[in-house]
């Protein structure tokens, strides 16, 4: 690996792990280059600002959740689908330090374009994985013959339901739980499996992420 190659992987790592522990807008620059320990002219070398930096950790955290994904153990059935769609969600357990990050910027520009970020890059990741799972199934006629561009449609408003949870917190909860409801159910209409065959994300996981999440935002909004 290259020197520039070492120093940027340097700036990411240690820039994720002050931005977890203490949020994005409690580090700043120079907390950055101190951990590092260079200046700010090889900052600049490698990064824009301190947000590309943040966005760089959106794309990598969804880098790795589809590593986790791939990494689950392998099923061709129903399960590998449900998997899918698990993995894709910036919501889980794994991910729940980054949504404290992501929900300490709600209402600001930089958490309009880190919440974009975090779900392009899931679509970029999983769609055309979703394709191939979803195409396996119908050799195996475990799922309908819906066509890529409504699935790619229903991926959108499945996508839409993560930026909902990351603008409300736990603010919401019952709404939260009639659009998990919900996204379930459109993903079983129209891929045509029985109602309950998927799962996707616990309720209970998603209310603890948020819950979890909003404290540590909180808490770092008054540190």
């Known amino acids: 690996m290259r020197k520039g190659q070492i120093r940027r992987d340097q700036f990411l790592s240690?820039?994720?792990r002050l931005f977890l522990t203490r949020g994005y807008q409690a580090t700043s620059l120079q907390d950055i280059l101190d951990e590092v320990g260079c200046t700010k002219g090889s900052?600049?070398?490698?990064?824009?600002?301190?947000f590309e930096v943040l966005d760089e950790i959106a794309l990598q955290r969804a880098q790795r959740a589809f590593a986790d994904y791939q990494a689950a153990p392998e099923a061709n059935d129903i399960a590998?689908?449900?998997?899918l769609l698990y993995h894709a969600l910036p919501l889980r357990q794994a991910e729940r330090d980054f949504v404290a990050v992501v929900l300490a910027l709600n209402q600001t520009p930089e958490g309009?374009?880190?919440?974009?970020r975090l779900l392009v890059s899931r679509r970029q990741l999983f769609l055309p994985e979703l394709e191939r799972v979803l195409e396996a199934l119908r050799e195996q006629d475990l799922v309908g013959s819906a066509s890529m561009q409504v699935v790619?449609?229903?991926w959108e408003a499945f996508m839409a339901f993560s930026t909902n949870a990351l603008a409300q917190g736990v603010n919401a909860p019952d709404t939260l739980l009639s659009s998990l409801r919900a996204a379930r159910f459109m993903w079983e209409r129209v891929l045509d499996v029985p109602y309950g065959s998927l799962h996707i994300l616990p309720y209970e996981e998603l209310m603890s992420v948020l819950t979890y999440a909003?404290?540590?935002a909180a808490a770092s909004a008054t540190a």
């Open 80 to 83: 590998r689908l449900d998997a």
């Open 112 to 116: 309009t374009l880190i919440i974009n």
């Open 43 to 50: 900052f600049y070398h490698h990064f824009d600002s301190k």
């Open 14 to 16: 240690v820039s994720e």
């Open 152 to 154: 790619a449609l229903v």
């Open 214 to 216: 909003s404290d540590k």
